[in-house]
């Protein structure tokens, strides 16, 4: 391998509202001489990014089209309804879907939420993008319904969220290229599915691995064993200091 293959960096596709930095840094432990570059996308873009080769993994919200992509599910995300800080649903820790029947609820182009069928009144128009309907909300234009690492991204100080039960979920997965299965893309699979270093599909999958009986175990370590003494109470008639049977006679 030369200097400037060791040197390219692993691109790593990321949809707003996803936080890598976690895997980001044990990549960094662990593989130092391939640096890890991050690449912000559009969740729309995510799996053209790939296609394109602009990125070698990718961290994408559910559904997309999966067609020679290889997909993990990582982790689902809690829907939230994003209101006024005055709305009434800030009295409550949670709100259910039915509680949306008479609101305005926005549905951006953007929307990562499969609805069956979309809770409230419906808009006239579809925002853009989440982005454009929570600034609707702000306005004082309906609500809006998203994953809450989209309502934490899209913050602001006059608007609050509460988590909707019976509202769909999405889901963040990983996801790359079937035929570009690389030994730096299974790094990245390990990594976030919690693999250790040592782990058989580490960096190093064909270095031997420490066995098991490399040192033995407390349970299985050799004891010498004492012989006992014997025991003249039990010495089965055999004489001794007691008499020939070795019992004290009974007067």
Known sequence: MTEETESRPFRLAYVPGVTPAKWV????ERLTDTPLELVPVDASD??????????EAALIRMPVDRD???????????????????HVFTAADEVALADL??????????TPLVWDRLPGRPALDRPAST????????????????PMSLARLHHRKDLT???????????????????????????????????????????????????????????????????RKPDARRSGGKSGPMGKSGRRKRR
């Open 25 to 28: 840094r044990i990549w960094g």
């Open 46 to 55: 995510a799996t053209a990014t790939l296609r394109e080769r602009r990125a």
């Open 68 to 86: 020679g992509l290889s997909v993990i599910p990582l982790y689902e995300e809690v829907p939230v309804v994003i209101v006024p800080k005055d």
């Open 101 to 110: 029947t008479d609101e305005l609820v926005l549905d951006p182009l953007d």
């Open 131 to 146: 982005g454009d309907a929570i600034d609707l909300v702000a306005a004082g234009v309906g609500v809006v319904v998203v």
């Open 161 to 227: 969220y509460r988590p909707v039960d019976g509202a769909p979920e999405s889901r963040i997965a990983l996801s790359w290229l079937e035929d570009e299965t690389t030994d730096l893309v299974e790094e990245f699979i390990g990594i976030v599915r919690g693999r250790t270093v040592n782990s058989s599909r580490g960096r190093n999958p064909h270095e031997t691995p420490k066995t098991k009986t490399s040192k033995p175990r407390k349970h299985t370590e050799t004891r010498s064993v004492k012989p």
